[in-house]
């Protein structure tokens, strides 16, 4: 995640964070945050579902995809950078 973060701050422009939150109290803010969004009625922006997954590390191997499914491959750089632009034509980046 720390490389990914970082490719995406030179990417936007947007300072990459600089620490890392202890599992316990993202589990905690992500607990409070899903109960106000029961009140406020907008999504969480700390879901529960998404701060229990990742507490693990996750690897995923194409090779099947690539060789069934003849799956193209995008440099992860270039991948970061189609979301970003993206997100940014879609209004949720406004840098």
Do not use: C
Not at 34 to 61: D, H, I, W
Not at 65 to 80: D, H, N, Y
Request: charge should be positive; avoid cysteine; proline fraction near 11%.
């Amino acid at each position: 995640m720390k490389q990914a973060f970082s490719v995406l701050q030179e990417i936007t422009g947007i300072p990459a964070p600089r620490f890392q939150v202890p599992y316990a109290l993202a589990l905690f803010a992500a607990h409070i945050d899903e109960t106000k969004s029961r009140f406020t009625r907008k999504p969480p922006k700390a879901p529960l579902a998404g701060v229990r997954m990742a507490q693990y590390k996750m690897f995923f191997n194409p090779a099947k995809a690539i060789r069934e499914l003849g799956l193209p491959q995008t440099p992860p750089r270039q991948a970061l950078a189609d979301a970003v632009q993206w997100f940014r034509h879609h209004g949720y980046v406004k840098k």
